[in-house]
């Protein structure tokens, strides 16, 4: 019969868009006996936790608490959530993840309606506007942070008009919370999902959500108490007779909302290592202070950038959407991508990403997020990489782009 | 603005029926730096892991690898995989966890069939398959081990009448595996799910789940490749048009093999710290060998429930049927059993369990599993009851069951 080794992970430096390195401390924190779920120890956690979600996604929400998977759970417990069977749902697509959206909601069981945008580019808030008034939509949902392509998504006059036309906006911003601005109340967004493994350097597990009191309107309408939990003052059901009851048990935010109420009412055994993970990790964001932080992250971006326009490189899509945390890199004509990547990691431990569909191929992604957004790490990739492509043939003045980064500190 | 404290929990002896106490050498796993989710020394660990689960489900399954969820995720992933909408579904019940399966299953659209047997015993095996007989359901979905009850169903004669008559069986082993045996393949089972946070003792967050080649046939013709991956090498859809296709992204099982096979096709980012968890419980399991962890597992029920009735206290439940993992014992008459709770966490660290629905404030349930199933934690615990019992005005004879656990072991 095989047997196993003893783990003894190499040490990485993790310049890809998710997941980053993770701070030390939130490592440690994962390592502390556990607590049982009702234990009112763990309970005050859970609390806590809400509590510092609510800063860093910048709402007064009342609900504002993670979802016991990796980032698409959350992406998928708001949208079965919310979307009935037969609602109509608007997705301006702009790379893969806007794709996700379409999937999700369309097993969801909604009409989709879809807009697309030339990859590398971001939408014109207007045209999305003028779709949402001609098509009106019960559900906008919409990508803030494209990682498959490095851009960002303005989203405040999509939010106004959503909420003139009493429209649910749903966001994904997985790849930009904690790394970039997310105002969640000043934009008008009704639904927000984060993302652990990028900008807030926990490791990939938990997507903590918020949602204000539009959407819970419409969980309520559909809700249901679990059966083995009714008693009669916890009654089946609170929901309308006319709305659809929710088609996940998992992902029910009515159910959930429950159980991080002072309800306490039991439904999954929450993921305790995870809940210490993802607390720390916001505690050590919040200690830093949300504009200090992404100060850092454009910081470090343009060292990045100009490091590598010094090496003679070009970088992929429009520059007025870049996002801060992602850049992307076009792969020099005849250069075999996926070898640099494998050198890359194979001789001096660090990975960055290949992309997906189109641009498969076509460039490298290089993450600057949370933990790994540092000066170490962009001085260390920049003179690896270009000792890795001089291995690949291509001219690069030797010294250059770590000169031009050391300019920009 | 409020500030949070340092992460600090208590040390705690958990016996309650999950989540556990966890070994040391799994918190110090998940304390190890991060791999990115493709780097090949991660892709390894995963590989390691299904080799790993396909010993401990005692199966030659080829598919047998973690859901990324607690453990009604794997349960969820099971059902919305395998059910389509108007399949029917026979759920037989005997407590709180048959009524989440015969929930899940409704939400999935199932048609459903259930039979109840009183709380406290389980079924006649003949009684379930003369039902299979009569109903000829798509599918039977039943519970192994119901901790709400502290029952264990016998499953081998049920799981050969499914393969005759050709019903897929989904068992919900999510308390029983790796502290009592769970016979995959012997005992003719289609899906197995087990849970992490209980006989596994690892923290919650992954559900492990296997299952046959009768159930991949039926995802397969399911099956669609998630939008934005789709490329002329992988199309749209393998899958049969009178096949509805499955109603989740997150839980789609013909998409996570996908993922945890050699193609490596992108789905969710995986679970890095837990994976780890995952890997490092099962391989301590595997070193201290199956039948040497059941043989535990047994010999602390036995000095439990020796420690009890020496205190004079009543056991729940038929006994022919008693889940060795779960002791229930009925509340004495007068007694507040959530006082005594409160007490024996609050003064002596001590965590065991209350009950749901019909039983609640009648019984409480003790744990054994995994870690906490230890002669210290049996000894320390019937000690601390007797003490609370005693203050709580039960007149306990001092010493007693100490005493006669110490003759058990």
């Keep these: 019969m095989k047997t196993y080794a003893e783990l003894a992970p190499s040490p990485r430096t993790i310049l890809t868009p998710g997941p980053v390195e993770v701070d030390p401390r939130v490592l440690r924190a994962m390592s502390m006996p556990i607590l049982g779920q009702f234990d009112p120890e763990f309970t005050a956690l859970m609390n806590d936790t809400m509590g510092m979600l609510r800063q860093l996604f910048r709402t007064n929400n009342e609900w504002a608490y993670p979802i016991d998977g990796t980032s698409r759970s959350g992406l998928e417990a708001a949208l079965v959530s919310l979307i009935e069977p037969g609602d109509k749902v608007l997705v301006p697509i702009y790379g893969r993840f806007g794709y996700l959206l379409q999937e999700i909601a369309e097993r969801c069981g909604a009409v989709l ?10 939408f014109d808030p207007e045209e999305v506007i003028a779709a949402i008034r001609k098509e009106r939509p019960d559900i906008v949902a919409i990508v803030h942070g494209e990682t498959s392509t490095g851009r960002i998504q303005p989203l405040a006059d999509i939010g106004r008009a959503c909420r003139e036309l009493d429209v649910l906006l749903v966001v994904d911003a997985v790849a930009t919370i904690g790394g970039v601005p997310v105002e969640t109340d000043a934009w008008q967004l009704d639904v927000v999902v984060g993302g652990a493994q990028k900008c807030l350097s926990v490791p990939s597990g938990m997507a903590p959500i918020t949602y204000n009191a539009r959407a819970e309107q419409k969980l309520l309408k559909r809700k249901r108490v679990e059966r083995g939990l009714r008693t009669t003052s916890t009654p089946s059901s609170t929901s309308d007779p006319l709305f659809a009851p929710i088609r996940s048990n998992y992902f029910d935010l ?3 909302q429950d159980y991080w109420s002072p309800l306490r009412l039991n439904h999954h055994t929450e993921m305790t290592s995870m809940l210490y993970a993802l607390r720390e990790g916001v505690r050590i964001i919040l200690a830093e202070g949300l504009e200090a932080r992404f100060a850092r992250h454009r910081l470090q971006e343009q060292a990045l950038m100009a490091g590598l326009e010094a090496m003679g490189l070009s970088l992929y899509g429009d520059p007025a959407s870049k996002l801060t945390v992602v850049t992307c ?25 290949s992309s997906f569909g189109p641009l498969k191929g076509r460039i490298w ?5 949370g933990y790994s957004c540092s000066t170490k790490n962009v001085l260390h990739f920049l003179g690896a990489f270009e000792a890795v492509l ?3 043939g291509v001219p690069v003045q030797a010294g250059a782009g770590v000169q031009a980064a050391l300019d920009v500190y």
Excluded: C, Y
């Design 254 to 256: 009515s159910q959930l």
């Design 113 to 122: 309606v879809t807009l697309e945008q030339q990859w590398g580019s971001v």
């Design 390 to 392: 001089v291995r690949h």
């Design 329 to 353: 890199v076009n792969i020099p004509p005849g250069v075999d991508g996926e070898s640099v990547r494998d050198m890359l990691l194979g001789k001096f431990g660090i990975e960055i990403a």
């Design 365 to 369: 992604r290089i993450g600057t997020m």
